[in-house]
């Protein structure tokens, strides 16, 4: 069964910082992964897919990048509506595992 | 639009059975698979399983194979979670969403408690 590892933990950055989040799966998973943004009380929200494609009516702040075993969601200019929980998820072998999440907080 | 509704919130005993619900609407239910996931208090995502409502077929995670049962009922285009008997576990937030990742319910919290 394939683990993802998403790091970090938390990242503490102010508004306007480029932040970049990371995920290792542990086999290859080629580009069959997605992000997802959750906000306290919300449901997940996918980002990107097949690791680079922004979902529809995603800002273009948001990016993906990677393919194999390593990933990277970049926002490139942090706003006060992206501080959140990031996710990533692998769907090239089942059972479909997430990572468990980088927390974006307010420095 | 297209759409996932999940039924409201429940609390219930443990050893109880519940069972609760995700209807699809805006787009043709049948054959996109649907997902479901737990997120349990303050904690990450969790894939549970996917079944596909054109034919019923079934996958569950290993972590979730004879815990839950998954269903569905084409005529409405609903699908189901449910449990035979509940533990304080299962206590958590459950998100249906469709295959393509694109489209997830609001949630449905089910709250196990004595």
């Known amino acids: 069964e394939i683990v993802m590892t998403q790091s970090p933990a938390t990242l503490s950055m102010s508004p306007g910082e480029r932040a970049t989040l990371s995920c290792r799966a542990s086999?290859?998973?080629?580009?069959?992964l997605a992000w997802y943004q959750q906000k306290p009380g919300q449901a997940p929200r996918l980002l990107i897919y097949?690791?680079?494609n922004r979902a529809t009516g995603i800002p273009a702040r948001f990016s993906g990048s990677g393919s194999g075993t390593e990933f990277t969601l970049t926002i490139s200019s942090l706003q006060s509506e992206d501080f959140a929980v990031y996710y990533c998820q692998q769907y090239y072998n089942w059972p479909w595992p997430f990572g468990q999440g980088t927390r974006v907080e307010i420095k | 639009e297209e759409q996932l509704v999940q039924s409201g919130a429940e609390v219930k005993k443990p050893g109880e059975s519940l069972k609760i619900s995700c209807k699809g609407s805006g787009y043709s239910f049948n054959t996109y698979w649907i997902g479901w996931v737990r997120q349990m208090p303050g904690k990450g995502l969790e894939w549970m399983g996917i079944i596909y409502p054109g034919d019923s077929d079934t996958k569950y995670s290993p972590s979730f194979q004879g815990q839950v049962i998954f269903s569905v009922d084409r005529s409405i285009s609903t699908a189901y979670l449910q449990w035979t008997s509940l533990k304080a576990s299962d206590t958590a937030m459950y998100y249906c969403v469709r295959h393509d990742l694109r489209l997830w319910g609001q949630g449905t919290l089910v709250t196990v408690s004595s």
């Open positions: 086999q290859s998973v080629k580009s069959h």
């Open positions: 097949d690791a680079s």
